[in-house]
């Protein structure tokens, strides 16, 4: 039943005209897809080059079904040279496990048929489950898929070898990714030291095209810069600081100049919609151009003057005040990095939230049942119905929508590029290095996508999936056009699988969801309200940016869902205006930290939360 709205909440500026779109617009979309955001063309020439290299080395070796292993690296390959290292290692220890596990399935099933579906349907649920309620998230469908995989390979391989191959194989499809990010990764990647700077770069560049004459796409362009908060950012620090060749004394500058980044950001939004005088927007541009060169050269500023500003703007005042301690930590910060509580593997309500059960069950079915079509036709071609089910599955109804789009274009992009280079390129091939090119172009384009926002990554994972999926059958350029059609049908049949179980069985509405993200939010702004200095201000609204972020993207999926099951337009619109309200407020909060309307919006975002 719908929740009335509150007319407080509905006397605020009136409906956005975005709310009557479901979920993301096309033009959007593609706005996403070309934006060039700082690094992201590098990391998907790493990326692309990491999905090459696994293919040579599959070549070289002659690996089975290339195309898992190189999903594989794409899924998985980082940024930085050390979460790539990390990545790669954890990897081959899993798969030490894991290979463990499948010997002693694959004795238990040969020549059991009824055990070995038994078996994969009982893997499928472990996996889905701990994708759902542990750490592992995209990792346990990786696992899932190759483990699952090679179980099902084993009636395509003569009984008398079944299991020596179907352990070589297995071991293959995840020694080979992991070797290649440990190997490759620590010689293209970059340190997580330099991510960070360059990170912190870009946001002060950006502060300074909003302070100039900013339009609606740079706008748009910071707004989703400013949502990512510290996150990411915070993560590299990290990385950095198990590299153990840093000064623990120059990482807290950098953790504090990141979260100094993001308030400097948020001033730069509040102050281009406010507006300048011309006097006051030049010095700080300057000051802030001067300090984001010393950032892009991998260093950071050890004291920065204060701009002049006329003490007639509070916005300009508040930016100028931030930056003499831009990199500056907070006692307790320059002594050691602050430790927050860990959680452990599983999430706190593993076993009690019927909902990671469900989802793991509806994961399940959509497995066995693209199994049992591809059984009873006959059809081994068309197996990667199976491994799609690993890689499309999604919690609520209202993502499974709002991604068919980017789903079902990107694996068409992939395919139809797969087909292209079978009928145009591949007979023009005399050699691997050709080979390789093609892959390399075709894996930049897929990883220029998946590195981009990350509602768009999944249609650039599909690119690759597709692709690799086409081509990467036997050894070498191939010109089997029944294979690139086969494993076509198997893509689109294990998206519509996927999709008709999970929308038809226990139907999940994100919306249920934004209830937990505006508390989050609320208690966000609470404690940026309360913040006593400006180190701690800064981090603040870190969070707070951070949860927005979550609860915008929770309600563009709510937007997303059909009609039947969309909570009604006024709560849609209610929630909105909540978001927006709470968006200006946390700029607002840097201004005026004591503001005096502070309490009457809090009360309305809670009575909507």
């Not at 790493?46 to 040579?56: D, F, H, I, P, S």
């Not at 059984?375 to 209202?398: D, R």
């Not at 249609?459 to 597709?466: D, K, M, S, V």
């Amino acid at each position: 039943m719908a929740l009335p709205v509150p007319e407080t909440i509905r006397s605020l500026d009136g409906p956005r005209p975005g709310l009557m779109r479901p979920g993301l617009g096309l033009s959007r979309i593609w706005r996403l897809v070309c934006t060039p955001a700082p690094g992201r063309m590098g990391y998907a020439l790493r990326m692309a080059a990491g999905c090459t290299a696994t293919v040579l080395v599959g070549e070289i070796w002659q690996v089975p079904d290339l195309a898992v292993p190189a999903l594989v690296t794409m899924a998985l390959w980082q940024k930085d040279r050390v979460t790539n290292a990390l990545a790669g290692v954890g990897v081959n220890i899993a798969i030490l496990i894991l290979l463990t596990i499948i010997y002693g399935l694959i004795r238990l099933t040969l020549d059991q048929p009824m055990g070995l579906v038994i078996v994969i349907a009982l893997l499928s649920f472990i996996f889905f489950f701990l994708g759902s309620a542990s750490k592992l998230k995209p990792v346990a469908y990786m696992l899932g898929l190759v483990t699952v995989y090679g179980l099902i390979a084993i009636d395509e391989i003569p009984v008398g070898e079944v299991v020596t191959r179907a352990l070589l194989y297995t071991d293959l499809f995840l020694a080979v990714p992991g070797a290649v990010m440990v190997a490759l990764g620590l010689l293209i990647c970059p340190s997580p030291r330099r991510i960070l700077t360059d990170d912190i770069a870009a946001r002060l560049r950006m502060a300074c095209r909003l302070l100039r004459d900013p339009d609606e796409r740079i706008r748009e362009q910071a707004t989703d810069m400013l949502r990512t908060g510290t996150t990411d950012m915070m993560k590299s620090a990290k990385m950095a600081g198990l590299e153990k060749i840093w000064s623990p004394r120059d990482l807290a500058c950098l953790r504090q100049a990141a979260s100094s980044s993001v308030a400097v950001l948020a001033l730069a939004d509040e102050a281009s919609r406010s507006g300048l005088s011309q006097a006051d927007t030049a010095g700080l541009i300057q000051t802030l151009e001067d300090m984001a060169a010393l950032f892009a050269d991998g260093d950071y500023p050890a004291a920065i003057e204060r701009p002049a500003v006329s003490p007639a703007s509070a916005t300009a005042c508040a930016l100028a005040d931030l930056l003499p301690d831009f990199a500056t930590p907070s006692a307790d910060d320059a002594k050691a990095p602050s430790q927050d509580k860990k959680s452990g593997f599983l999430a706190d309500d593993a076993f009690s939230n019927p909902d990671h059960v469900r989802f793991a069950v509806k994961g399940t079915a959509a497995v066995m049942l693209s199994y049992l079509t591809f059984k009873v036709l006959n059809w081994p071609g068309i197996h990667t119905c199976i491994i799609t089910c690993f890689i499309v599955a999604l919690p609520t109804m209202g993502e499974m929508v709002s991604k068919l789009t980017l789903r079902i274009s990107g694996a068409l992009v992939g395919g139809t590029l797969g087909i292209a280079a079978i009928v145009f390129v591949m007979p023009h091939l005399n050699d691997i290095t050709g080979f390789l090119v093609l892959v390399f172009v075709v894996s930049l384009i897929a990883a220029w996508v998946k590195t981009g926002d990350d509602r768009i990554a999944y249609a650039g994972f599909q690119i690759g999936l597709a692709f690799y999926l086409t081509d990467l059958k036997g050894y070498g350029p191939t010109a089997d056009m029944a294979t690139a059609r086969d494993r076509i049908v198997g893509i689109m049949l294990g998206n519509f699988i996927t999709y008709a179980m999970f929308t038809s069985f226990w139907p999940a509405s994100a919306f249920d969801r934004i209830g937990d993200g505006l508390h989050k939010l609320a208690n966000a702004l609470k404690g940026q309200a309360n913040a006593s200095t400006q180190q701690a201000s800064s981090e603040a609204i870190a969070r707070t940016q951070s949860a927005l972020l979550e609860s915008e993207r929770t309600l563009e999926y709510a937007m997303s869902e059909p009609a039947h099951m969309r909570t009604d337009l006024p709560q849609l619109e209610a929630t909105q205006k909540a978001l927006d309200d709470a968006a200006e407020l946390s700029e607002e909060l840097l201004v005026t930290p004591g503001r005096p309307d502070f309490s009457d919006r809090m009360a309305r975002l809670e009575q909507i939360a």
